[in-house]
């Protein structure tokens, strides 16, 4: 480490000493690589940084941060964290959950997150899967998922992780790929600088149990045509030409317009005061349409612990009241 | 008649005319929960405390908040036991029921006193609330009434009378009739009524009208008995010789939260509640929520599981973690807590206890989550657990409660219970600069180049430092996977594991160094211990020390540790014939004895969603006794 008065850290700076067990080539370790980077890039201090998870493979997170870090239990990393928020506002507060832990089991922490706008930022690593537990189907899981528990074929039907977030009312709604590095990156970012929740879903190749659950559209060859990129203030565009992009009708159904009509695409604005349209792209067919990754909604709004903070800060400010007060209050008297 | 902690019944021999003095009075008022008898209760309550008496209540309310009107379901009780000497509990049966309607009397005769003072409410009396109540034929006809002193009074009709000049409507004036019967309990228990007066005029101090047609029933009470001579005599209590000292009555749930404050204050602490509402445990978050001016931080979460997660994270930052509850909810958080002891750092967890299984019968009070505190986790999890036995007592339980967190850095269980919750009694106040101290250390910054070692521990108490995010040079991962002991780092090692485990009980264990000895009441060797734990302390206490009057060789004394367990209590039991356990579950404490300790612990168990009756334990104890000569 350099001597200089604020020494930067380096991603380097952000390892811990412990080996890296996940399965060779899983998503994991490219966004662990991207959140490193990022973190760097930010000048974050080790010190102030907390890092808490729920159970899975992603959870394990933490451990291979040289930050703080809390591996907690399965799905309750949002209400821990909202603890450590509470009783600290100051400190940087990170949670990583899966789609297990996020979805299903802490299904009620992840939406009272997002409806009180506690200001931690999740990074949900969605790989469509149990991973830990070796391999039954999420609550993400496309409908006929064959897994060792839904030999037929899951009939679960799925959650959009996002169109859930939103419903929550989410102030910060993204979406990221686990291999689009750069991207995930500035998702990373944009979220560090959001004042309440913020939410990255993170789509993840788990390629023991769902191996190429998102390269139909992830592959080198594929990505320009069906990635949609979201960008702040700019049409809805999509195709290596960017020639062909999103509309939505009256109803907030979308279409894909080309050719004349390209100009009909939807600009994009995540900081709309109405949900719709990114609900609209959210919960849009996968298969018929191009898959949105950016940012889905941005919404300024007071986080939960400021306001609890205030009114903590301004009692105590105000306070006359010693302990003895507190207690020889009420109808008290003496016996002599 | 000299105070020994028995009811005797108002004596009715003769009827002269004049102020009679007792030594103590028990009174029931019982009506709809609609009626406001909890309000009447309360404020009968504070005058008389006010007055210098000893006091103990006990509030007992249907669970529904509004159940049908004149219906057995929806009756609301409130008994207070009031005396001129030191008493233990609110007392067995009354000495005067006042009963708003059928359905009230029908739930509560059974438990008058022969000769008792019976006030009914003769508006409620009609064929439809007979009928509400189940009765086929009037009560007041058929003799089962006689040898009650029956009052009857139209409390509706007089009321109304009372406030013929009021601007409420009959609706608004019908619900001060309970004013009219407290002023009539006022005069004939020559009470003070400035205490209500104050007292209505600032609860109600927004609506002038309700202040002052309240006041007016109460005064019209007091008039009507004094001038109607419906009784012969009235009553007065002399004030009980108390220690000296500042007292105030307080209710269990309050002195529970005051003894957390004190402790955070004196500790330099802040205090996190983490909660959800349930029965009846609500009023600690109510309590703590209004305590923000002390620098309490209180959530209210989505569920019982975030509530304590939440404590948890709080206490991970450096504050003090709280999460308050109810048997239904420490079953919920049991997970967690179990991480909280996997990560050793201090954690409360309040359990007022309900009547269960399950959703059991919420408002009424039992004992019966020992087992789950001392064993409802998966793995070997242990956690100290201790216990409030009485309303002031509850104060130095929290007090104790956040010494024992912080010191060892372990979660702890405290056990009170609805009848402590909600029962009150004088409370002598602490002197606030003489409380024990707190010493509350967090690890100081670390030195560069010097690897953190989050579980390197203190020689003593065995706990790890308590190393705060936010402070340089003790970036460190803790979680519920286990550690090897120092690092801190995951560990699958089997030797590791066992000695994880077995500090992790060590450090619980530990605690018993640092109790002070076991007092009993009575002599350190007999036939009989009484040993006993929680709310029943009260009962029990009465029922030994008559007892001992008597010249039986019985002591009894009460556990606040339960783990660890004192170290001088099996030498305690070791020194009787016999040692007996009444609880308000099957046995639970008792089996945990008679497996520790291998000794014949002879269980008194009770589960009836009541209190035990001083009465019934003296009874069983004298039984016990026969036996052991
Ligand atoms: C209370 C509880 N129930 C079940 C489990 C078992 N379990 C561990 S991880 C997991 C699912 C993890 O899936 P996900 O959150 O998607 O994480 P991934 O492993 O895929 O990263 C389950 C069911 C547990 N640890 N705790
Ligand atoms: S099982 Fe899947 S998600 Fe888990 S580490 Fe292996 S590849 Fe990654
Ligand atoms: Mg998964």
Redesign the interface.
């Known amino acids: 480490m350099s001597s200089v008065e604020h020494p930067k850290l380096t991603k380097k700076d952000f390892k811990?000493d412990?080996d890296v067990r996940w399965c060779p080539g899983c998503g994991d370790y490219a966004i662990l690589n991207s959140v490193q980077t990022a973190f760097a890039d930010l000048g974050k201090k080790?010190?102030?940084t907390?890092i808490?998870s729920g159970?899975g493979c992603s959870s394990r997170f933490?451990?291979y941060m040289?930050?703080?870090?809390?591996?907690?239990?399965h799905g309750?990393a949002p209400?821990?964290?909202?603890?450590?928020?509470?009783?600290?506002p100051?400190?940087d507060v990170w949670v990583v959950t899966g789609d297990g832990d996020a979805m299903s089991i802490g299904g009620?922490?992840f939406i009272?997150t997002m409806r009180r706008n506690v200001g931690l930022k999740i990074l949900l690593f969605n790989n469509r899967i149990y991973g830990l537990t070796k391999g039954q189907f999420s609550p993400t899981s496309p409908q006929g998922k064959v897994t060792k528990s839904s030999p037929l074929g899951s009939v679960d039907y799925p959650f959009a992780p996002i169109a859930l977030a939103l419903g929550a009312g989410g102030t910060f709604v993204a979406r990221a790929v686990d291999i689009l590095g750069p991207h995930l990156q500035s998702m990373v970012k944009q979220a560090d600088s959001h004042n309440g929740t913020s939410m990255i879903e993170i789509y993840q190749n788990c390629n023991i149990f769902n191996d190429g659950a998102f390269t139909g559209f992830t592959d080198k060859g594929a990505r320009d045509e069906r990635i949609l990129y979201l960008e702040h203030q700019k049409p809805l565009l999509f195709g290596a030409n960017k020639d062909k992009g999103i509309a939505f009708d009256a109803h907030f159904r979308p279409f894909i317009v080309e050719g004349d009509d390209l100009g009909k695409a939807y600009v994009w604005d995540e900081t709309s005061d109405t949900p719709a349209p990114a609900m609209a792209l959210a919960t849009m067919d996968e298969e018929v349409f191009p898959v949105p990754i950016g940012v889905f909604r941005r919404q300024d709004k007071p986080n939960f612990e400021y306001a609890?903070k205030q009114?903590?800060e301004t009692?105590?400010a105000?306070?006359k009241?010693?302990?003895?007060d507190?207690?020889?209050?009420?109808?008290?008297?003496?016996?002599? | 008649m000299t105070g020994t902690d028995t009811t005797n019944g108002l004596t009715t021999s003769t009827l002269e005319s004049g102020i009679q003095e007792l030594d103590q009075v028990v009174i029931r008022f019982a009506g709809d929960s609609g009626d406001g008898m909890q309000l009447t209760g309360d404020q009968f309550t504070?005058t008389t405390?006010?007055m210098?008496n000893d006091i103990a209540t006990f509030p007992d309310f249907p669970a529904e908040i509004r159940a049908p009107a004149g219906t057995l379901p929806g009756v609301s009780a409130f008994q207070l036991r009031f005396s001129s000497f030191d008493i233990h509990t609110p007392g067995d049966a009354p000495d005067v029921l006042v009963a708003m309607n059928p359905a009230a009397l029908k739930a509560h005769i059974g438990q008058l006193k022969k000769n008792g003072i019976l006030l009914l409410n003769t508006a409620s009396f009609k064929p439809l609330d007979l009928k509400k109540a189940t009765y086929t034929v009037d009560p007041r006809t058929d003799g089962s009434l006689d040898g009650y002193r029956v009052i009857e009074i139209d409390l509706t009709a007089r009321t109304r009378e009372a406030l013929t000049e009021s601007d409420l409507d009959n609706r608004g004036k019908d619900r001060c009739k309970n004013m009219y019967a407290l002023g009539i309990l006022y005069w004939l228990f020559q009470r003070e009524v400035e205490?209500t007066q104050k007292a209505l005029a600032l609860k109600f101090a927004k609506k002038p009208a309700i202040v002052e047609a309240n006041l007016k029933a109460m005064a019209a009470g007091h008039a009507y008995a004094e001038t109607v001579e419906i009784f012969q005599v009235s009553y007065t209590v002399a004030?009980a010789k108390?220690?000296?000292?500042?007292?105030?009555?307080i209710m269990g749930n309050q002195a529970l939260c005051?003894g957390l404050?004190?402790a955070s204050?004196q500790g330099n602490v802040?205090l996190?509640l983490?909660s959800y509402p349930i029965t009846p445990a609500s009023d600690v978050l109510h309590q703590l929520s209004g305590?923000?001016?002390?620098?309490?931080?209180t959530?209210q979460?989505?569920?019982e599981?975030?509530?304590v997660?939440?404590?948890?994270?709080?206490s991970?930052?450096?504050?003090l973690?709280i999460t308050s509850t109810s048997g239904p909810g420490v079953a919920l958080k049991a997970?967690?807590i179990?991480?909280a002891i996997m990560?050793e750092l201090p954690l409360i967890v309040l359990n007022i206890q309900r009547a269960g299984p399950s959703t059991g019968m919420p408002t009424k009070t039992q004992q019966a989550d020992l087992l789950q505190a001392m064993y409802g986790r998966n793995g070997e999890s242990p956690m100290v657990v201790i216990a409030c036995s009485t309303a002031a007592d509850a104060f130095e339980v929290g007090y104790e409660a956040v010494r024992i967190a912080t010191k060892y850095m372990v979660p702890v269980m405290v056990l009170s219970d609805g009848y402590i919750a909600n029962g009150s009694e004088p409370w002598?106040?602490?002197d606030?600069?003489a409380l024990p101290k707190i010493e509350v250390n967090y690890a100081p910054e670390g030195k560069p180049d010097e690897k953190f070692k989050p579980y390197e521990r203190n020689p003593e108490t065995l706990a790890r430092p308590w190393a705060?995010?936010?402070?340089?040079?003790?970036?460190?991962?803790?979680?519920?996977?286990e550690k090897q002991d120092i690092t801190g780092?995951?560990s699958y090692d089997p030797d590791n594991h066992q000695h994880m485990i077995d500090t992790r009980a060590d450090k619980v264990a530990r605690v018993a160094n640092d109790l002070p000895p076991l007092v009993p009441i009575g002599e350190k060797s007999g036939d009989v211990l009484v040993l006993g734990w929680g709310s029943p302390r009260g009962a029990i206490t009465a029922a030994v020390t008559r007892l001992q009057e008597q010249g039986h060789k019985i002591s009894c004394a009460f556990l606040r540790h339960l783990n660890p367990l004192p170290n001088d209590l099996e030498a305690l039991m070791r020194s009787f014939k016999k040692v007996v356990l009444p609880e308000l579950n099957k046995g639970q404490l008792a089996s945990m004895l008679r497996a520790k300790y291998l000794i014949d612990v002879k269980s008194y168990s009770q589960v009836n969603g009541q209190p035990f009756q001083s009465h019934a334990v003296e009874d069983y104890m004298r039984n016990v006794l026969q036996e052991v000569k």
């Open positions: 811990s412990q080790l010190h102030e907390v808490i159970i933490p451990y040289d930050t703080y870090g809390f591996h907690t239990i309750r209400a821990l964290a909202t603890g450590v928020k509470l009783s600290n100051e400190l009620n922490h009272h609890v009114q903590v009692a105590v105000n306070n009241q010693s302990i003895k507190l207690i020889y209050a009420g109808e008290i008297w003496d016996v002599k | 504070r405390a006010l210098g205490p004030p108390m220690p000296a000292g500042t007292y105030r009555n005051l404050v004190a204050n802040p996190f983490g305590y923000k001016n002390h620098g309490v931080v959530f979460a989505e569920d599981i975030a509530a997660c939440a404590a948890i994270g709080a991970y930052t450096g504050r973690g997970e967690a179990g991480l990560a002598k106040l602490p606030v600069d705060k995010p936010g402070t340089k040079g003790l970036v460190h991962r803790i979680g519920g996977l780092n995951i």
